[in-house]
């Protein structure tokens, strides 16, 4: 069981920042999700068809996924039989390792976001309101101007909901980039436009793009979000680099509906997950993996300015499965 020693042997008992803001972020999943299997081993002496249910039952509780599930406890199955136990208090390492090899195998995915190799790059941020789009995008400029040294403006592409620029106008402030900005009601390919003019004659690096997530109104968000494209395509053919779709966790199936939604509209490159601290239900991200297979980028776990973390399996697992990591 290579997956589960690893991590255990790499992550249990170290501290780093990173694994600090993925174990306090993911604290209240882990917690539900390894609670219920260890209480499910110790009211099971031996493991049966009941005992399968129940953990299905486990993991759709957190999010996982109906087809995803089936996947995982297939497996399981099927390494229980190989390996002959019987005893519940063995498994924990095969559910664990399960998790990981599904996500990990079916295909090697990219986090890191795609640069352009010189000159701009352009990241549009889209998602349903209230998702965490204009939070995340102060995370990830902060992110950018510190961890890679780039210089990044911010355009207020949301003109559409009241306050919006200036929530947008707060963050560029308390990181220390600039903002261009619109009226409240114009035309947000127009405030894009002259970020992208901006951003030129300045000699900024990234230029990270707000809309407006009207999901209701389907036709006009397409033609918004087509004519943005054509919009920096003109200015940066290579254009959009990055399509980030802001999802938030506590949805849970429902955000996944949306974020299948969202990438027949127009092309995803890249999920981030927001409030993932705010959800017992942290499977979510197995089940955007299964259901749309678009790379989960970024995580949002918490609302101060460095809970934003680049996605890594890993620590994921770990903050889910600690309880199961540990136990044993
Ligand atoms: N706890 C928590 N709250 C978040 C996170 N990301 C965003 N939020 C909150 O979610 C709310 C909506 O975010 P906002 O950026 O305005 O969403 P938008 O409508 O998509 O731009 C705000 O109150 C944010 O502080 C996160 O990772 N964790
Ligand atoms: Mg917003």
Redesign the pocket.
Known sequence: MGFFKDIKEKLVGKSTKQNEKYVA?LDKSSSTFSDRINELAARFREINDEYFEELENILIMADVGVSMVMKIVSEIKAEVRIQNITDPREINDIIVDKMFVIYANESVMSTKINYAPEGLTVIL?V?????????????LAHRIVHDEGKKVIVAAG?TF?AG?ID?LAVWAERVGVDIIKGKEGGDPSAVVFDALNRAKETGADVLIC?TA?RLQNKVNLMNELEKMNRIIKRVVPEGPHETLL?V??TTGQNGVSQAIEFSKITDITGIVL?????TAKGGIVLSIKDQLNIPVKF?????QVD??QEFDLEQYIYGLCKGLVEEV
Do not use: F, H, P, W
């Not at 309101?129 to 995340?136: E, I, Q, V």
């Not at 927001?274 to 705010?278: E, S």
């Not at 995580?299 to 609302?303: R, T, Y």
């Open positions: 972020g941020m998602g349903v309101n209230g998702a965490g789009k204009t939070t995340t995008i102060g995370k949301d909901r919006a929530q707000d997530g802001v938030d966790a927001t409030k993932m601290d705010g995580i949002g776990l918490g609302e809970d934003l």
